[in-house]
């Protein structure tokens, strides 16, 4: 089997259901053998953007692929690759490398090189039987922890060399964490402490798919919900605890909830300064929950943490903060009508 016929393989195995590339690379007719539907676009950066919307539209249960040409093409690959890094989207790409011969030769341009920086994992093949050992790596990556791109780089006389058969492969797992139970049930405690608690979330929600829960532990804390930009939509947005989505500029009943909020709680967010986001009022207490623990007290000092999949730890939450409450709301929805008038002074939520 050559090597171009293993990565399709691998794909196939992993369920990839199509592969998005740029001619040439053998690895896109090495996919239509296998029986995986090709989708040929006509810019490298269009096609990345393609394969980021696969990841995203499905809360990264489909990882999306993208193959492309060595030299021109990888060098076109580059700004997709960086915005999916960027906004922690999952996808695998796979360009194409000059023979190994010329690979660090000048002005070759070099992916494994290039790339490491706008990666969540980055390798170069250069023996036949590595090939399956480094996309069993990518694929682990990719389906664990912090959602971002992965690359695989295959020189192209590599890819048309014999791989040791048969091929032993099993599709990567998917493994979820959840926060320390002391740590959950301290959080608990202040959420329920707090007069006046915001909720914002963020694009890990919709990765966890754990917009239930979070729906549920806003109605039980009778907290108004915010989301950011890539989170948008994680909270329906008709709900009466809607404050809307936040960005570069914010709506004002979000300003006057954000303003007199005594609690600020982050579910699957960042907190990252960044021109694109919901500006934290200072001085604020801070509670953050979040997938990645280099994203705690980088921007924003947290109070307290939590470290896990949104869905388990708003699970957990959820668990003791109805014990707290014996299963009921606080009762404060009921004297307002809509957080939305709020900015009125007349019938807001105090």
């Known amino acids: 089997m050559k090597a171009a016929a293993a990565v399709a393989e691998v794909l196939k195995r992993e369920g990839v259901k199509f592969l998005i590339g740029y001619p040439v690379n053998p690895i896109i007719e090495a ?3 296998a029986d995986i539907r090709t989708i040929i676009v006509r810019q490298e950066r269009t096609g990345l953007h393609m394969a980021d919307a696969v990841s995203r539209i ?26 999916a890094y960027g906004d922690s989207v999952p996808i695998v790409v796979l360009p194409g490398g000059y023979p190994r011969r010329i690979t660090n030769i000048q002005p070759n341009f070099n992916s494994f090189l290039n790339f490491q920086h706008v990666t969540k994992w980055c390798e170069q093949v250069i023996v036949p ?13 990719v389906k664990n922890g912090r959602p971002r791109p992965v690359l695989i780089e ?19 797992p998917r493994l979820k964490s959840a926060p320390d139970p002391r740590d959950v049930s301290r ?33 039980l804390l009778e907290a108004p919900v ?27 009943q979000l300003h ?22 919901v500006s934290m009022p200072k001085g604020k207490k801070i509670i953050h929950a979040t997938l990645d623990p280099t994203d705690f007290n980088k921007d924003v000092a947290a109070e307290q943490v939590l470290a896990g999949d949104a869905a388990l730890t708003l699970g957990a939450l959820l668990a003791e903060v109805k014990d707290r409450l014996k299963g009921k709301p606080r009762g404060r929805l009921a004297r307002s009508r809509c957080l939305r008038t709020a900015c009125c002074g007349t019938s807001c939520i105090r």
């Not at 006057?256 to 021109?275: E, V």
Request: aromatic content about 10%; glycine content about 10%; charged content about 15%.
């Open 256 to 277: 006057h909830f954000l303003t007199n909020a005594d609690l600020i709680f982050g579910i699957g967010c960042s907190f990252a300064i960044t021109n694109y986001g």
């Open 187 to 219: 959080v608990a405690e202040a959420l329920v402490a707090a007069q006046r608690p915001v909720i914002y979330a963020g694009q890990g929600v919709h990765y966890a798919r754990a917009w239930p829960v979070l729906r549920d532990l806003a109605e």
């Open 154 to 172: 295959f020189p192209v006389d590599l890819l048309r060399e014999d791989v040791p058969e048969p091929i032993n492969y099993t599709p990567a």
């Open 31 to 33: 996919a239509a053998e």
């Open 129 to 141: 039987d590595a090939v399956v050992d480094a996309m069993r790596r990518a694929f682990t990556q």
């Open 226 to 252: 915010t989301t950011s930009l890539q989170g948008k939509s994680a909270f329906p947005e008709n709900h009466p605890l809607s404050l809307g989505s936040g960005g570069r500029s914010i709506s004002k």
């Open 58 to 83: 499905s809360s990264g249960d489909r990882i999306g692929v993208f193959a492309m040409q060595h030299g021109p093409g990888s060098e076109n690959a580059f700004g997709g690759v960086a915005q």
